[in-house]
């Protein structure tokens, strides 16, 4: 498991696997713009939201970032629409105030707590929106990433177990930079552990040590733009709809559920 090596080459090569692998999803995709917002959110967005002082997102773009999770993942529609109803003001001013916590009081269970107030928006939600401006300090909650790392019990869509996995990643991410890989960040962590699992599962080939020289220019790049100041230029049924509203509503309304992202999310 790649979670428990200590060898900074393996997370390096892990790392260098993302773009295949990445591409191995969107190749199982019948609507190809997840190509774009993987792109978006992976490099053009985290510029931008550097950019602003104080950082925030925008209606516009939470909706986007939402549209980015969904494709990703498991697609579920009364997400999208639930956040898409929220008017600008209110997604200025709540992701401000949490990129404000974790910015000054590094507090990511009151950032994540902060932001889940948006109707629609869970600690999985959330952890996207935050990483996404502080990459060096908030990992993403993606199933593939925390069924990646052992001992964390069965997945269930909690402030509590989103804290679990992301102390684990978050210490995971001071190893390796300590140790000199370009994992050197949680979001770096949580995408090696997602593109680790994903080459696995459509049994992709590993990369060569040239590929993960290429994963280390690609982590020096994330780094600088984590911290480099730029200009910025009805087909679901009832029972789904129900399970959606579930898993991402607000964490101070929201009871705990387990599962596991192989069966049912």
């Keep these: ?84 109803e929220h008017a600008d003001s209110l997604v200025r001013r709540t992701s401000q105030q949490a990129f404000e916590i974790i910015a000054s ?25 935050l990483c996404a401006g502080a990459p060096d300090k908030v990992p993403f909650m993606a199933d593939e990433s925390v069924d990646s790392v052992p001992e964390l019990g069965k997945i269930a869509y909690t ?15 001071t190893r390796l930079k300590t140790a000199g890989s370009a994992v050197n960040s949680p979001h770096l962590v949580e995408l090696a552990l997602w593109a680790d699992m994903m080459t696995d599962k459509f049994n992709l080939p590993r990369p060569s040590a040239s590929a993960a020289a290429v994963a280390t220019v690609a982590g020096n790049k994330r780094k600088a733009a984590e911290t480099t100041t730029v200009t910025p230029p009805k087909t679901k049924e009832a029972k789904d709809v129900k399970e959606d509203v579930k898993e991402d509503a607000p964490t101070a ?11 049912k999310k």
Excluded at 12 to 26: H, N
Excluded at 105 to 128: C, H, Q
Aim: proline share 4%; hydrophobic share 45%; with cysteine.
């Design 1 to 84: 498991m790649l979670f428990n090596n200590t060898d900074p080459k393996a997370w390096d090569s892990a790392l260098a696997l993302y773009p295949e692998a990445f591409k191995a999803l969107a190749a199982t995709k019948t609507d190809q713009s997840i190509i774009a917002l993987d792109q978006w959110y992976q490099t053009d967005f985290p510029l931008i939201l550097a950019s602003r002082s104080p950082c925030y997102i925008n209606h516009d773009e939470i909706v986007k970032l939402v549209a980015w999770k969904l494709k990703r993942g498991k697609y579920r529609p009364a997400l999208a629409k639930m956040v898409a």
């Design 105 to 129: 009081k590094n507090d990511l269970k009151a950032a994540i707590s902060k932001m889940s107030e948006l109707k629609g928006v869970g600690p999985a939600t959330a952890s996207a929106i």
């Design 159 to 173: 402030l509590a177990y989103y804290l679990k996995f992301a102390t684990r990643v978050i210490d995971k991410a």
């Design 253 to 263: 309304h929201k009871k705990a559920r387990s599962t596991r992202s192989s069966t």
